[in-house]
Each structure stands twice: as structure tokens, then as C-alpha cells.
């Protein structure tokens, strides 16, 4: 799968940012990992249905770089004590998520045997999906007391926004997907497998634990809404299908490992 040109540039650019912005004020580094289970909702299922939202999971894993605003790396020492410095972190992230997909809820109940009901159990659906992006972390609590107390906890909220490349795919257990044999009405003219790419905007809460002097582990939820309605490939008429109009969007737990570069 070949990423698109504007999404390596703006992979540079996000990194080059960070260079340029610690050359300029010699803030403190940190890296890790995160990964989790992500509840996809898309146009696969039933809106607010318990089976839909436990079925249409999958996982995801990233990287993440953190600009660090009140500890200097250069001079093993803190930067002026502002609020901003004390209870702010620039978050980078790289990131990956794909989600197995099919429709579930009353429609697909056994107890259905219309031709409709048939098709849509049939139906098999899959979006895998990359992310570059920011976030700006609040930490209501003192940065600098968490930083240099071990077992200690810091809450967090954040908003930033990504850019997305996303590859969805659609298939039957009928047949060819795009018939009026294997795929129902709504659907014939509302699915493609055409990989694409949009903005989202994130935010998330979550909290950290101070493992060591030097690293912490930390776990977050983050919700990601994507500024499109095509990323599961699915796309019904919004006209006449009101109950498909809103775009897809995910719920992200994810735990993560972080470390302090000095």
C-alpha cells in the first residue's frame, strides 16, 4: 500500500516542527508506544446498539513523541516556571488502527428471512487506517511534582486534529458486492473500495502513573471523528437514508509506554 505525496510531506513537516521548535528553546524530549482495542461506528450495524459496538472492533498501535515544556534537556535543569510550562505537553503521534466490520443489531436478527436481512448478514466490511497528527495534553496537576515523584498519577485531557490516510474494502458471502442480488438497495450506490484521505479531530482523556525517574506508563480513550462519511467505504444517500447521514467516527483505549530522553 503506497502512502499518497501529501502524507509524507506532512509526516516531514510534523517531525521537522519538533526539531525546529527544540532548537529554538531547548525543550525536553519523550517517546513511546501505545496500543489498544478501537470500537469503530460507522455505517455497518446498528447506531447505539450494544452488539454493534462490541462486533465492530479492532485494534491499533502508534508512536508518540511528547514536547516536554518545563524540563531543559540541555542543561539538566527546569524552564521558568509559567503555567503554561507546568500543566502543558505537545503530543505528536504516528499511529495505525484497522477494524473488521459487519452488520449487527435487529435487522440481522435470525428471526428475519427477507432478502434484505440476508444480504446484510452477508455483508463483510474492513477500514484500515493511518494517522499523523497533534494534541495539546492539559495536565490540571503540577507537571514538575509529578516528574519527580515516583508512584504518583497525572490526569490529563486533550484536543488536537489528524490527517488520515484510510484504505476501506467490501465484500459478500453472496457474491460480487454491487448487485441486487448480494447487496441491499441503500447500498448499491453507496459503497466504494477506493482508499482516501481526510482530517479528523481528536480528544481524549487519560492519566499517567510515574514508573521510573526516567519513563511512565499511561492509558487513555480517545474519540477520533473523521471529517468523512467514506472511510468504512460505506456511504448511503443521507436524503434517503437520514439513519446513515452522520460520519464515521472511533472510541480508542489505548495503554502506553513512555520514556524521558535527556
Request: hydrophobic fraction near 35%.
Amino acid at each position: 500500500m503506497q502512502m499518497p505525496k501529501n502524507f509524507i510531506i506532512t509526516l516531514l513537516l510534523l517531525f521537522g516542527l519538533s526539531n525546529s521548535v527544540n532548537a529554538q528553546f531547548g525543550f525536553s524530549h519523550e517517546i513511546g508506544a501505545i496500543l489498544g482495542p478501537v470500537a469503530f461506528q460507522s455505517d455497518y450495524g446498528e447506531r447505539h446498539d450494544f452488539s454493534t459496538n462490541a462486533g465492530n472492533t479492532g485494534y491499533g498501535i502508534g508512536i508518540i513523541h511528547y514536547l516536554n515544556f518545563s524540563y531543559k534537556a540541555e542543561c539538566n535543569c527546569y524552564t521558568p516556571e509559567t503555567y503554561f510550562n507546568d500543566h502543558f505537553k505537545l503530543r505528536s503521534e504516528l499511529s495505525y488502527n484497522k477494524t473488521e466490520l459487519q452488520h449487527f443489531g435487529k435487522w440481522v436478527d435470525a428471526s428475519r428471512t427477507s432478502l434484505m436481512a440476508n444480504q446484510l448478514r452477508a455483508m463483510r466490511g474492513s477500514t484500515a487506517v493511518t494517522n499523523v497528527g497533534m494534541q495539546l495534553e492539559f495536565f490540571p496537576l503540577s507537571i514538575r511534582e509529578f516528574t519527580a515523584t515516583l508512584g504518583s498519577f497525572a490526569p490529563f485531557i486533550s484536543l488536537g486534529g489528524q490527517f488520515s490516510f484510510y484504505s476501506p474494502k467490501a465484500w459478500s458471502t453472496l457474491g460480487p458486492i454491487g448487485t441486487p442480488l448480494t447487496t441491499p438497495d441503500k447500498y448499491l450506490d453507496g459503497w466504494r473500495d477506493e482508499s482516501g484521505t481526510v482530517w479528523s479531530i481528536v480528544s481524549s482523556i487519560g492519566c499517567r502513573y510515574k514508573l521510573t525517574e526516567l519513563s511512565d506508563l499511561m492509558v487513555d480513550l480517545r474519540w477520533q471523528y473523521y471529517f468523512s462519511n467514506w472511510v468504512d467505504g460505506l456511504n448511503p444517500d443521507p436524503t434517503r437514508y437520514p439513519e446513515n447521514r452522520a460520519n464515521d467516527w472511533n472510541l480508542w483505549l489505548n495503554v502506553g509506554y513512555i520514556y524521558y530522553l535527556q
